[in-house]
């Protein structure tokens, strides 16, 4: 059986409504160099086998451009995206701020993307959630943006793993496992599923200075290769990033750093104190093996920063927290 693929500087296909069963769409094995398929509005669409999504500004996209929900779009087998879409929109995308309507993009396979990935539903009305599943491991070097009111779940017991580059959870992450080998996972959101971090990891957007408090509904172990950011700004709630593990979920320091990093001008003074992370009462075990901040780095429990000034970090078991205090350097004889 031959394949139908999308392919060419201004090749596309636009798909509004409900499409029943589509024959050609049921054989899309491509879409490549400028390929765009447009599905919107309520379109069903099932295909037979996997996906290519390669080079220039190839594109999947379900209600991304403007539509206003309630597609279903189902591919047959594995799903690989090297495209980074339009203007870094996404080679794969799903949803939009402007739905009333629940979309669905189903991988029945695994998704490996070295593009962008996008998952975005409407913030103001709940019915409008964009929802990325894989049946598969995910794996990815690229870019995967999770925004509000999104869900990306990996099924069947499998984990989403990252090589490189960088997540960003503003809505849902579920996967059995959350695997950070190397770049960065963010976010103010959720991720549901035990996370290991070898890489960078942190609440908030801190590759945009906002703060926030990424939740981990699952354990948490820190490599010695990884680090936990926490981005300050102030003193007051809501001004530093937080990770929080859900209590009755292991969470294990085998060394790595924290690296809290003051933005938008903020200064420390003697006195100031800020959380870096919570977790339920004696869930954690071990340390960071280093404090990093703004250039300086210590040991696992503080760091001078200079200027008469030391950062300690309080390991809190009972109360289920780590706590940052900025005090006085001690004098030394």
């Known amino acids: 059986m031959g394949g139908l693929y999308i392919d060419g500087a201004n090749a596309f296909a636009q798909i509004a409504g409900k499409t029943g069963q589509n024959s050609a769409l049921s054989t899309l094995s491509t879409i490549a160099s400028n390929g765009l398929l447009d599905l919107r509005d309520g379109a069903s669409v099932t295909t037979s086998n996997g996906l290519t999504i ?14 206003q929900g309630g597609s279903n779009v189902s591919i047959g087998g594995n799903v690989v995206n090297t495209s980074a879409g339009s203007f870094g929109d996404g080679g794969i995308a799903v949803g939009g701020g402007g739905m009333v309507n629940a979309d669905q993009l189903t991988i029945n396979g695994t998704l490996n993307n ?17 929802n990325l599943t894989t049946t598969g491991g995910t794996t990815t070097s690229g870019t995967v943006n999770i925004g509000t ?45 035990a996370v290991t971090n070898g890489a960078t990891i942190g609440g908030g957007f801190f590759t945009s200075n906002q703060t926030g408090t990424l939740t981990v509904n699952g354990s948490l172990k820190n490599q010695a290769s990884g680090t936990v950011d926490t981005l300050i700004q102030g003193t007051g709630a809501g001004q530093s990033s937080v990770i929080a593990v859900t209590a009755g979920n ?39 093996g280093a404090v990093s901040c703004n250039g300086q780095t210590g040991n696992g429990t503080s760091v001078d920063l200079g200027n008469g000034l030391t950062l300690q970090a309080s390991y809190n078991d009972t109360a289920g927290n780590v706590q940052l205090q900025v005090v006085n350097t001690p004098i030394r004889p």
Not at 60 to 67: E, H, N
Not at 114 to 130: D, E, I, R, W
Not at 259 to 286: C, E, H, I, V
């Open 54 to 67: 390669s080079g220039g500004s190839a594109r999947l996209k379900v209600d991304a451009y403007g539509g």
């Open 114 to 130: 070295a593009g962008v990935v996008a998952v975005t539903g409407n913030g103001s009305n709940l019915a409008g959630q964009a």
């Open 149 to 193: 009111n999104a869900v990306f779940t990996v099924g069947g017991g499998n984990a989403y793993t990252q090589t490189a580059g960088t997540t960003s959870v503003g809505g849902t992450l579920t996967a059995s496992t959350v695997n950070n080998n190397g770049g960065t996972i963010q976010g103010p959101s959720t991720i549901n599923g």
């Open 250 to 288: 292991e969470v294990n320091l085998k060394g790595g750093t924290l690296a809290p990093l003051t933005t938008n001008g903020f200064n420390f003074a003697a006195g100031q104190s800020f959380t870096a992370a919570t977790f339920g009462s004696r869930d954690p075990y071990g340390l960071f």
